[in-house]
């Protein structure tokens, strides 16, 4: 019986392999049209990206110079992100005090008896 199930499982593992190479081969054929698919997928992906970035451009600080602006329209995705982000980096800040407080500096003093034992 032993003998039985080994011979199944390796003419199931031949058939198996047989498959694996014919998927193969047929891959060859499969390529170019996935190629097509992928690139009007990306060009997609690119026009949607170009959008955001046009209006993240529109939403940009006043104080954005531009020469800045018009780098960022005119430019790639990564000029335009990177324009986008310098403009906010640039500006100054409008979160929390402006005015320093000074703050006391405390004497070191020596541990107590109590404090020694503990």
Do not use: Y
């Not at 011979?7 to 047929?26: N, S, V």
């Amino acid at each position: 019986m032993l003998e039985e199930m080994q011979l199944f499982c390796l003419m199931l593992l031949l058939g198996g392999h047989a498959l694996l190479i014919r998927g193969c081969t047929k891959m060859n054929l499969s390529i170019p049209a996935s190629t097509e698919t992928i690139s009007s997928k990306f060009d997609g992906v690119s026009t949607i990206l170009d959008e955001l970035a046009d209006i993240l451009a529109e939403f940009g600080s006043p104080e954005q110079t531009s020469a800045m602006t018009k780098q960022a329209i005119g430019g790639s995705i990564p000029e335009m992100l990177m324009a986008t982000l310098m403009g906010k980096v640039m500006q100054p800040q409008e979160h929390g005090n402006s005015q320093q407080k000074e703050w006391e500096i405390l004497e070191d003093l020596p541990p107590t008896q109590k404090q020694t034992q503990d």
